[in-house]
């Protein structure tokens, strides 16, 4: 209990007593509405916690969910799984379920029956939702259980198509383009928000009559703010005009034909000479300043039409490992490297001279 504000509360009380009475200490009246302070104070905290509760700013995991809900019909995107497709070698039957695995465990499950001749291709989908279901080409290459007859796995190309849920940030954002921009009639906002409907997205750009009367080009980017992979293009196209058709199918009105693609990628090459703080290797540094750099780029993605040259520097320096740097090149330039309107920056090789 907080003495001092007791106390204030108390003398605002005490002040509205006719000081005919004995408001001191140990008599009645005094007593009686110190209790009445003690009270008021417990709800007034009450009060404002609930204050708190009323600004979407302050909300945090379900409350957050339930107020943009509740207010404009929003709902938090839910992770997703990665999918892929396996070589199978040997003579025998997959079944739908059957598990397959990565050295580290990641596990996928075979997303059809099918009968292996010799080799054949499958279908998998992986065990856990989010991003680590996204795994490099020739890693699934182990059955956690023995599949009879069937010798060797393994997935040719990458699995993707994995999403963690929709951050709180994420939400809240799509929350306020609905309050300030409200979408309506099919405007801008309205591609903005079905775009943004969809688990993976992390940010979209909207195009209107970009192929002539009638047409809408929508630009996204992944969560990691890179460029979006087909099967998330695929998935925002049939979630707002399947087939670009224009036929009403999706979220977009009868007549307007949408094109979704995948921003392109600015690809920035760094090149900086560093000093190194003593306890870290050059793999250590050159690892952190990646790292460093790749939050810089997240944040300004779909944000800014240039990458600031400077913030680059702040980011090398900023790094864990790193005393000074001298002679940065961006793309072999000191210059701002202009991002396109359909771009988005990614960073490529990272040379320490």
């Not at 009270?39 to 943009?68: P, S, W």
């Not at 996204?134 to 994995?162: R, S, Y």
């Amino acid at each position: 209990m907080d003495e001092d504000k007791v106390s204030e509360l108390l003398d605002q009380l005490l002040s509205y007593i006719d000081p005919s009475y004995d408001k001191s200490e140990g008599y009645l009246i005094h007593d009686m509405l110190k209790s009445v302070a003690i009270v008021l104070l417990e709800q007034k905290g009450d009060l404002e916690g609930i204050k708190r509760l009323l600004d979407v700013d302050n909300l945090t995991g379900a409350l957050l969910e339930a107020f943009v809900k509740q207010r404009k019909g929003i709902t938090r995107t839910p992770a997703t799984y990665s999918s892929g497709m396996l070589q199978v070698t040997g003579n025998g039957t997959v079944n739908v379920g059957d598990l397959f695995e990565t050295p580290s465990g990641v596990q996928f499950a075979a997303a059809e029956t099918k009968m292996i001749t010799g080799s054949g291709t499958l279908q998998v989908k992986s065990v856990m939702s989010g991003p680590v279901g996204n795994v490099p080409a020739d890693q699934i290459t182990q059955m956690p259980v023995t599949l009879p007859g069937i010798t060797a796995v393994t997935n040719p190309k990458p699995t993707d198509g994995g999403y963690a849920a929709e951050t709180d940030d994420s939400l809240r954002e799509r929350y306020y383009i609905a309050v300030r921009t409200p979408p309506t009639s099919a405007n801008i906002y309205h591609y903005l928000q079905w775009a943004k409907e969809v688990s993976g997205v992390g940010g979209a750009k909207v195009f209107p009559v970009e192929r002539g009367d009638n047409t809408v080009e929508v630009i996204i980017i992944d969560q990691e703010k890179q460029p979006a992979a087909p099967v998330l293009v695929d998935q925002v196209q049939k979630h707002i005009d399947p087939g670009s058709t224009g036929l009403g199918e999706g979220e977009a009105p009868i007549g307007a034909k949408c094109y979704v693609l995948s921003a392109d990628p600015l690809i920035l090459d760094i090149s900086v000479s560093v000093t190194m703080a003593g306890g870290y290797t050059q793999d250590e540094v050159q690892e952190n300043i990646r790292d460093s750099i790749s939050v810089y780029l997240k944040s300004i993605a779909f944000q800014l039409n240039y990458v600031s040259f400077a913030h680059i520097g702040q980011a090398i320096l900023d790094s864990v490992g790193v005393e000074d740097y001298a002679g940065l090149l961006v793309n072999g330039a000191i210059d701002n490297p202009q991002v396109g309107a359909k771009q988005v920056a990614v960073l490529g090789a990272v040379t320490l001279v």
